[in-house]
């Protein structure tokens, strides 16, 4: 099987490592970086890089995207006739709904293209920072289409956990993008937020595992994240609104030092994460 990474950042770096790791050979790169390509050869990550899909994109049995949202449905506007028939194509990004809806129409009838999300990320960019090991145990998200085989739906199953992952979960476009914006995008938009709202000078010298852990995910790629906030506006604004609802609860029983309301609420979010 010949296998084609599109894009060599820390995440498509990591696919990389975890198929070598898991024995697969013929794994080749693109990726419009030249340095990138180089030190991904010199990792043994890849067999061989391209900065464009024209010489190797006809000979790929499976294609990962590991792009920005917008930068799939161009990459393949630019290689409109490039992919091998019966190929399966796949993606990480961390929307679906409004990339399914840009992509379908673009692709040849002779491919299957299985949207995915690994639910394992890191803070740092580049392939400097590829580490198989975020896969390990992490969960999978596969949002089929109607056009999808099921029996490429299984293979791809099957492969994510030779890389690592526990756990793979089909579930609706819509409904990813709702429960993202609530585990993934909110999580985010509240380290940013508490990082921002910081105004001691010296709250260095009092960091805390709490403090640092509610913000590790505040070090964050600008321009990943602005594309997942905005293309999943509503999912996201929904999940913000209930937020503020119960940090409100909190304020006001601070506020009004009703410790009662205050049990109530901690008690509650315990047994609530203990579920988890």
């Known amino acids: 099987m010949t296998i084609v990474l599109v894009g060599l950042g820390v995440i498509g770096g990591s696919f990389g490592l975890a198929l070598k790791e898991a024995g ?3 794994v ?5 970086n030249e340095t990138t390509l180089k030190k991904a050869k010199k990792l043994g990550i890849i067999q061989e890089g391209f900065t464009d899909g024209e010489e190797i994109l006809p000979q790929a049995d499976l294609i990962i995207f590991s792009l920005y949202p917008t930068l799939i449905a161009q990459f393949i506007q630019s290689h409109p006739k490039k992919f091998k028939p019966n190929a399966i194509l796949t993606d990480v990004t961390g929307i679906k709904q409004g990339i399914i809806k840009e992509i379908s129409p673009l692709l040849p ?9 690994p639910m394992a990320g ?10 198989q090991a975020v896969f390990k145990d ?5 949002t089929p289409t109607v056009k999808n085989q099921e029996k490429n739906l299984v293979f791809l199953e099957q492969l994510v956990k030779e890389l690592g992952f526990k756990k793979v979960t089909r579930i609706t476009p ?3 993008d709702q429960l993202i914006g609530f585990t993934s995008q909110l999580p985010h938009a509240i380290a940013v937020a508490l990082v921002n709202s910081d105004i001691n000078e010296k709250t260095g010298d009092f960091v805390g595992d709490s403090y640092r852990e509610l913000t590790r995910i505040a070090n964050i790629n600008e321009e990943l994240w602005s594309e997942l906030f905005i293309g999943n506006k509503s999912n996201l604004l929904e999940a913000i609104d209930l937020f503020e609802t119960e940090l409100t609860k909190i304020k006001v029983a601070v506020a009004e030092n009703d410790t009662k309301t205050l049990k ?7 047994e609530r994460r203990s579920q988890l």
Not at 109 to 117: E, T, Y
Not at 122 to 131: H, L, M, Y
């Open 28 to 32: 080749y790169g693109i990726d419009t």
């Open 109 to 117: 009838d002779s491919v299957d293209f299985i949207f995915g999300h």
């Open 122 to 131: 890191r803070e740092k960019r580049g392939i400097d920072f590829a580490n």
């Open 264 to 270: 109530r609420l901690f008690i509650h979010s315990t």
């Open 174 to 176: 819509h409904e990813h």
């Open 24 to 26: 697969y050979t013929s």
């Open 138 to 142: 992490a969960n999978y998200l596969l």
